[in-house]
T-cell receptor, first 110, second 114 residues
């Protein structure tokens, strides 16, 4: 079983749609979680950290469910510029134990 | 220059060549990393340096040799690579602290081994 598992997609949604990605993690000792965004042929960039109470940043909402060991990312009112691969990341153990998921590909269509 | 810069951006090499990838961070971070990204696979951590001391080597073959002369520079020396080593090599840096570790990535070096 992968340590961090994501639905690879692709998710193809129309502009303005709401889309949600889920990510599951196997290491119950994972402490912190992040969503990174990676555009085609570019480097990953931090989108948002995921706090236990859930957090919101504009159109983006991240949720953490420790009991079920999953993290979610909700994107409302999708824009064309949201098209990218979204990487789920779990931090456990020492600060350098970051485990990445394979990513979920999103394409927002005009 | 700001952030994390990597050179070269693209590299094509034969299996008998020796080349090096270079990474420089301008963020004052205390940790630097090499990751490998292959198509449809998660990022794989290769090496970690903290205050220029290597603290992690994730069973990487010896044909990859890292070097960290100071906390701002990181190299990945390559020799006798295999075609399956073709991938995007990403350098990253972070300011490590307990329970938090946000990475800033460079743009990557795309390597093709013929």
């Amino acid at each position: 079983r992968k340590e961090v598992e994501q639905d690879p997609g692709p998710f193809n949604v129309p502009e303005g749609a709401t889309v949600a990605f889920n990510c599951t993690y196997s290491n119950s000792a994972s402490q912190s979680f992040f969503w990174y965004r990676q555009d085609c042929r570019k480097e990953p960039k931090l989108l948002m950290s995921v706090y236990s109470s859930g957090n919101e940043d504009g159109r983006f909402t991240a949720q953490l469910n420790r009991a079920s060991q999953y993290i979610s990312l909700l994107i409302r009112d999708s824009k064309l510029s949201d098209s990218a691969t979204y990487l789920c990341v779990a931090l456990s153990g020492s600060a350098r134990q970051l485990t990445f998921g394979s990513g979920t590909q999103l394409t927002v269509l005009p | 220059e700001t952030g994390v810069t990597q050179t070269p951006r693209h590299l094509v090499m034969g299996m008998t060549n020796k080349k090096s990838l270079k990474c420089e961070q301008h963020l004052g971070h205390n940790a630097m990393y090499w990751y490998k990204q292959s198509a449809k696979k998660p990022l794989e951590l290769m090496f970690v340096y903290n205050f220029k001391e290597q603290t992690e080597n994730n069973s990487v073959p010896s044909r990859f040799s890292p070097e960290c002369p100071n906390s701002s520079h990181l190299f990945l020396h390559l020799h006798t690579l295999q075609p399956e080593d073709s991938a995007l090599y990403l350098c990253a840096s972070s300011q490590e602290s307990p329970g938090a570790n946000v990475l800033t990535f460079g743009a990557g070096s795309r390597l093709t081994v013929l």
